[in-house]
């Protein structure tokens, strides 16, 4: 099939977040099944500085936003069996960060608008746009507004996939016609109105042809308003074009037998490598070398819905545990502060890198013995399986893509993954933590084969892959 990928970040061009990690892998696993794939993505500050010397120009347009008539321009860039295309134009995309601008809500209606003007100067015609998260929800809306007068188009089908149903594009009842350039009946028909403004996000789940979740779960989680921020009457009136499909991650990227950037590599059936990574982490950290006491691992933005506060009630209670702590992220300025406090309290035992820095978290996954994901809501999240894939025991509470990915350890008869816990609570959540590191010092065999059991998961995507193929052939047949 021919398939068009929309998004507004991938590894390894940009990211800021998961949405990235997906369209940085699953274009290239449809491209292995055998489709024809090309991926479109804005041309960010960071982008042209690092890749555009090796793009090809194919052309330069005018695209109508609104009216406004804006200049766009196209470059093509051909990497691991997937054509890229990149859409320029300085004023949107010529800044720092990818996201948090004003005009936010302008710089991507004009990059979905772009999607579907810029489709004559591609090498095909899609059969199927997949778009992503509200940066790309306009293209269904426009392609549908541009069927009437253009037949070449008609035929085209759009997914649309939800990584974060939070994120929504939300704007005024006056921007429809003056910045979008819709007519005023999409609102007046409900298609893209909500709570009196215009949504783009629920416009986008009202004219595509399918929906999907990055997880199985958080596709049954957003009937509910818990977890649907506001949109659950929207999920269940369209529940019958939903489909849960799991990430996966890249796992010849992830892979702890090959991966250079590892102190010592190692594999299922010879792990003496991670003991390595987890001395150079403590050594690194300023942790006391101890190799027989668990570290306990956190890659996270440290954000309430993370399952923080959770955290937070009994921290105190886990370090007696005989454990050590390793915190990577940032967020909430509450959060940072609580683990900047607790540092003095344990020294030797407990480390703080606030930020992201790519390397760190490599070497938290490696050399960790456990990872924490106490989560409120998580749709897929990543975190816990490149964990897994590299020894470390995920400890998780049963939410969306953690409870697809993580199965509770069964002693009796060795079955599981990793810990997991259902209620959102300190309580079981201190409870599970306590199994956990009373496995790792008291039946070492068995937390071994937990480790092994992890490293030998599947999470590649090419089992994604296969579910976005039949959903792609349905909604075309």
């Known amino acids: 099939m021919k398939i068009l990928f929309a998004a507004s970040e991938a590894v390894p061009f940009c990211k800021t977040g998961g949405l990235a990690d997906v369209a940085g892998s699953l274009p290239q696993a449809l491209a292995k099944a055998g489709n024809e794939v090309e991926v479109i993505l804005p041309m960010y500050q ?3 500085e690092k890749w555009k010397d090796q793009m090809d120009f194919v052309c330069n347009i005018e695209v ?3 009216w406004r008539r804006v200049y766009c321009g196209l470059f093509r860039l051909d ?4 054509i890229w295309y990149f859409v320029d134009n300085e004023y949107y995309f010529k800044r720092d960060a990818l996201y948090g601008h004003y005009d936010d809500g302008e710089r991507f209606g004009f990059f ?7 489709l004559p100067a591609m090498d095909f015609m899609p059969e199927v746009i ?7 929800a306009l293209v269904p809306i426009y392609l549908k507004d541009e069927c009437v007068r253009w037949s070449e188009v008609r035929g085209i089908k759009t997914v649309f996939t939800v990584h974060n149903i939070e994120y929504q594009g939300r704007y005024g009842k006056e921007t429809l016609e003056d910045l979008f350039g819709l007519a005023p009946g999409w609102f007046a028909d409900g298609t893209i109105a909500m709570d009196g403004d215009v949504n783009l996000l629920k416009g986008a789940l009202m004219t595509c042809d399918a929906i999907t979740a990055v997880s199985p779960t958080y596709a049954q989680e957003l009937r509910y308003a818990y977890f649907a921020h506001g949109m659950e009457s929207v999920m269940q009136r369209n529940a019958w074009k939903v489909h849960g499909v799991l990430n996966g991650i890249d796992m010849e990227r992830y892979d702890p037998s090959t991966d250079k950037s590892l102190t010592a590599k190692y594999t299922p059936t010879d792990m003496s490598g991670k003991a390595k990574n987890k001395e150079a982490l403590q050594k690194e950290l300023g942790l006391n070398v101890e190799p027989n006491v668990p570290i306990i691992g956190i890659v996270s933005r440290l954000v309430s819905h993370k399952g923080l506060d959770l955290i937070c ?5 886990i370090m007696e545990l005989n454990c050590q702590f390793v915190v ?7 959060y940072e502060q609580f683990f900047e406090q607790k540092l003095s309290w344990y020294k030797g035992r407990m480390a703080l890198y606030r930020g992201y820095n790519e390397a760190l978290a490599m070497s938290i996954y490696s050399g960790s013995d456990l990872l924490l994901m106490p989560s409120k809501s998580e749709p897929c999240g990543l975190a816990q399986m490149i964990a897994m894939r590299y020894g470390t025991v995920p400890i998780v509470r049963e939410t969306g893509g953690l409870k697809d990915t993580v199965h509770p350890y069964e002693a009796w008869c060795g079955a599981g993954n990793g810990f997991t816990f259902a209620d959102y609570n300190s309580g079981d959540m201190l409870y599970v933590i306590r199994q956990a590191v009373d496995l790792y010092f008291n039946n070492p065999t068995a937390f071994k084969a937990l480790r092994q059991t992890g490293m030998t ?3 590649s995507w090419n089992r994604s892959a296969e579910a976005y193929n039949s959903i792609y052939r349905t909604i075309c047949s």
């Open 130 to 136: 997949h778009c992503n998260d509200w940066q790309t």
């Open 79 to 82: 990497r691991d069996g997937v």
């Open 457 to 459: 998961e599947d999470f």
């Open 112 to 118: 979905s608008r772009a999607v579907i003007a810029l």
């Open 46 to 48: 960071r982008v042209a």
């Open 328 to 334: 990577l992220g940032s967020g909430d300025w509450n």
């Open 64 to 66: 109508p936003l609104g």
């Open 313 to 317: 009630k009994v921290f105190d209670q």
